[in-house]
């Protein structure tokens, strides 16, 4: 194997367009994120049909500037990593399409990669020494799960929620309050003005020993207590409501997690911001550890919308 592996990773699950320049797995030589998040704005949520459109639209322009920033050119790819699943069909198609038309124009490998696989991944990216096993949590727009990772590629699923993704609850929250789209980073600000005290919102925690989420109790109790205090007249404070929904979540997230994991000598990492937004430069640490592995995908890969953390073609 080549001393120095160099991976274009393509990422289009949802809605960032998102194209990587990766060297050997950790190393970031390029990672554009080009954001649909204002075309979606107006209608409240991510558009699927618009979404794969801005995708047909953007990918070229960010592939150039993924290679331009990071100083190669098409020739020093020596492989390709895509998300395949989990996300929109249509998103995901563009990326797949991409790649493969890529893959199979230089002649280098193909690797599929799980998109969830990829926000684990981040954590390698950012801390270069890291090693599993470890227990991860991933909560997203559409995820929320408790993983046991065990080695590269190798994961139990502890524990996810049986409704709501935490984020989709954060997005119908913000909603419900009058704020826009996408409700995380707009709560998280309200809520810092707020008092986390205020309000005594349920925290759900399921069955003894259960170490899977649900939030929609949590949203519903939100939506009642807006309605109830409308009715009789109350003052609805929303950095209040912000402020202890986001506890409500956040109280539960941390429990859990924190009671899968073994108690002696607790070290916490999470990955930057910028690398926990979809991104590219996760999908090809994935792909570089997948190739590595030697597992591959040939031009009859396609892309599975649901597709389960821990399954493999
Ligand atoms: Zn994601």
Do not use: W
């Not at 990773?9 to 320049?21: F, L, N, P, W």
């Not at 408790?146 to 409704?163: I, S």
């Not at 402020?243 to 109280?251: G, K, L, M, R, T």
């Amino acid at each position: 194997m080549k001393e120095n592996l160099i991976t274009l990773g393509i990422e289009s699950s949802c809605d960032e367009t998102s194209v990587a320049v990766m060297k050997n797995g950790r190393e970031i030589l390029s990672n554009i994120i080009s954001s649909q998040v204002d075309q979606h704005k107006k209608f409240g949520g991510v558009v699927p049909e618009v979404a794969s459109r801005k995708h047909v639209e953007n990918i070229s322009y960010v592939i150039n500037e993924a290679l331009e920033i990071a100083g190669v050119t098409f020739k020093d790819i020596d492989m390709i990593g895509v998300t395949y699943g989990p996300g929109l069909v249509g998103a995901l198609l563009v990326g797949l399409s991409t790649a493969k038309a890529l893959a199979y124009s230089l002649n280098v490998p193909l690797v599929g990669v799980n998109h969830i696989e990829g926000h684990i991944y981040a954590n390698f990216v950012e801390y270069k020494d890291l090693e599993p096993p470890f227990v991860c949590l991933i909560v997203s727009g559409g995820h929320t799960h408790l993983v046991h990772m065990k080695d590269y590629g190798v994961y139990e699923v502890l524990g996810k929620t049986r409704d709501d993704a935490a984020g989709e609850a954060f997005d119908k929250v913000a909603r419900a309050i009058g704020l826009g789209y996408p409700g995380g980073p707009l709560i998280d600000n309200l809520a810092k003005k707020g008092n986390k005290d205020a309000i005594n919102f349920p925290r759900t925690y399921l069955e003894d020993g259960s170490l899977d989420f649900s939030f929609s109790g949590l949203k519903s109790a939100v939506l009642n207590y807006l309605n109830n205090s409308r009715q009789k007249g109350i003052e609805i404070v929303k950095e209040d409501v912000a402020a202890c929904f986001q506890q409500a979540v956040i109280d539960v997230l941390v429990d859990k997690t924190i009671s899968a994991a073994e108690k002696k000598g607790l070290i916490l990492k999470y990955p930057s911001l910028k690398l926990c937004t979809d991104n590219a430069a996760m999908i090809g640490c994935v792909a570089y550890y997948d190739y590595i592995k030697g597992h591959g995908a040939d031009m009859y890969l396609n892309v599975v919308p649901n597709l389960k953390l821990g399954e493999k073609l």
